[in-house]
């Protein structure tokens, strides 16, 4: 458990109540500090058949990190107590932390893609730079606490309204690209909330493949028009605007080394951004008959 999750540290008394009314003999760890989920689930790994982690996705993805380095095949099971929760709701898990004990104790096991970045770390989502991480930046804090997923969309609008445009190289399977835009992005799971905003044109979390996207806009008026017609509308048709790529390893840099960086919704401080798919390596619950959005 991540203890300052938005809604970890609320929801673990009713979590835990119903792992004990199914009969489950649990261990309980909570995380200390960002990256601690590695350290905690290497250190289960061995003595435990599934782990379940009540956080955010980017403790979701320590977690897998910690799974991986052990050398464990042990399902997560997420429940969900960070702001965004995007993996819980790629896999139809209920939000309620409680619900979800319940709906995935008897799920199934499935397999989707993780991103491998810059050598070690697993990704869930995706990284990126730009306005995407200003907005990551920018919903931190009290905000966050007070607004919780709304927050991003807050913190997109202050961001968009001023969208500053930064040079990117990108390497998409040995294939560079050179362009100027807003954000760049490198997406593993690109349909987000429960599969409304599609940020990649035929995206999907199940095909091992990563998709780029490069927005580049010069106004607020520009932002709009990707998140509506391209994300929310899905009315794909060729624009000078954005650019679209996918492969199996993906890289983008930012030629101005003050650009923000985020991956899975966390700010990191890596400028150089190296993503290889590797297929069929998330192993998770979800419940039964659930569809993979």
């Known amino acids: 458990m991540n203890p300052v999750a938005r809604r970890a540290a609320g929801a673990e008394p009713a979590v835990l109540r119903a792992f004990r009314a199914a009969g489950v003999t649990l261990t309980v760890e909570h995380t200390r500090a960002a990256g601690d989920g590695v350290r905690v689930a290497r250190e289960l790994a061995a003595a435990h058949d ?6 955010g996705d980017g403790t979701v993805m320590e977690a897998a990190t910690g799974l991986s380095d052990a050398g464990s095949s042990a399902p997560i099971g997420i429940l969900a107590g960070g702001t965004g929760n995007q ?3 790629a896999l139809s898990i209920p939000l309620n932390p409680s619900r979800a004990v319940g709906a995935l104790l008897p799920g199934t096991v499935q397999r989707l893609d993780l991103a491998i970045l810059n050598g070690r770390r697993r990704v869930g989502i995706g990284a990126g730079m730009g306005l995407d991480a ?27 309204m001023r969208p500053s445009r930064f040079g990117v190289r990108a390497e998409v399977d040995g294939r560079v690209i050179e362009r100027e835009g807003v954000v760049a992005m490198v997406l593993n799971l690109g349909r987000i909330f429960n599969g409304t905003l599609e940020v990649a044109p035929g995206t999907s979390i199940t095909d091992g493949l ?8 010069r106004t607020l008026r520009d932002v709009l028009a990707f998140s509506v017609i391209e994300m929310l509308m899905r009315r794909r048709r060729a624009d000078p605007r954005w650019t679209f790529a996918r492969g199996r390893e993906v890289c ?18 890596d400028r150089r951004l190296s993503m290889v798919v590797a297929a069929g390596a998330g192993c998770v619950l979800a419940p039964l008959g659930a569809r993979l959005v």
């Open 50 to 55: 599934r782990l379940f982690v009540l956080g």
């Open 87 to 89: 993996l819980a709701r």
């Open 134 to 160: 200003a907005m990551t930046a920018g919903s931190l804090g009290r905000l966050k606490e007070t607004l919780g997923v709304a927050s991003y969309v807050v913190s997109a609008v202050r961001a968009a």
């Open 210 to 217: 990563l998709d780029l996207v490069i927005v580049d806009a």
């Open 252 to 269: 983008i840099e930012a030629l101005d080394t003050s650009i923000p960086c985020q991956v899975d919704g966390a700010l990191i401080a």
